[in-house]
């Protein structure tokens, strides 16, 4: 059993930088869920896929935030032009197909933005 | 807008003093309430789904309970290793995500 797994595990980048993270879900799972989380707070929802679509996408999400999983299996996150707020854990989480389905997570990946 | 409130936000226990924790939620199309432990540093671990008013599911020393309004985590005879926060989750079907509340921390004393 692999679990979810997300590359890499901490970032450091500097204001003004693009930076992409990876999540490789657990191979039978159909869905694809990205969170940020912030010390103290709960994983707070970005975007979830089901196989390839993007179905959901949280109105918080700016634009210089995008997903995609462009075949259905792994996943990438990107932003844009990072901002010192964007320094927070990013979650990936998967499931089998359909709503309310529970979700395991992976272990994360830590964004520090100088 | 779905709401989740965790109460109380953090919560010190001594080994054996059993308590519970409290979510309180507000969702217009609930289709299953979740419970996550959370170790510093890592991904929600899961530990329970439940779907309907009056569901209980039993893990050790963890046991969850459903209302309309309202789940309770109970943890009886707590050991130093149940320290952790836990997480409580709603999947929204009408909005298509998933709303988690801020979390309880628990600390159990030896």
């Known amino acids: 059993d692999t679990g979810v797994s997300q590359d890499p595990r901490h970032k450091i980048t500097k204001r003004g930088q693009n930076v992409t993270f990876r999540c490789d879900p657990i191979?039978?799972?159909?869905?694809l869920y990205w969170y940020r989380q912030t010390l103290g707070q709960g994983p707070e929802f970005l975007t979830y896929?089901?196989?390839?679509?993007?179905?959901?996408k949280s109105r918080l999400l700016s634009d210089r935030f995008s997903a995609e999983r462009p075949k259905g299996s792994f996943s990438t996150l990107e932003i844009q032009r990072t901002e010192q707020g964007d320094s927070a854990m990013y979650l990936c989480?998967?499931?089998?197909?359909?709503?309310?389905?529970?979700?395991?997570f992976g272990p994360g990946t830590r964004l520090t933005v100088l | 807008e779905d709401q989740v409130t965790q109460s109380p936000e953090a919560l010190r226990l001594q080994e054996g003093e059993s308590s519970s924790l409290n979510c309180s939620y507000t969702?217009?199309?609930?289709?299953?309430l979740f419970w996550y432990r959370q170790d510093p540093g890592k991904g929600p671990e899961f530990l329970f789904t439940?779907?309907?008013a009056g569901e209980e599911k039993e893990k050790e020393r963890l046991k969850a309970t459903l209302t309309k309004k309202e789940s309770f985590l109970h943890i009886t005879a707590p050991k130093p290793e149940d320290s952790a926060t836990y997480l409580c989750?709603?999947?929204?079907?009408?909005?298509?995500?998933?709303?988690f509340g801020d979390g309880t921390t628990l600390t159990v004393k030896p």
């Open positions: 439940l779907y309907s």
């Open positions: 969702v217009s199309g609930l289709r299953g």
């Open positions: 989480a998967s499931s089998e197909t359909g709503g309310g389905r529970e979700q395991f």
């Open positions: 896929f089901q196989n390839e679509a993007q179905l959901e």
């Open positions: 191979s039978e799972h159909n869905r």
């Open positions: 989750a709603v999947w929204d079907t009408n909005a298509g995500k998933s709303t």
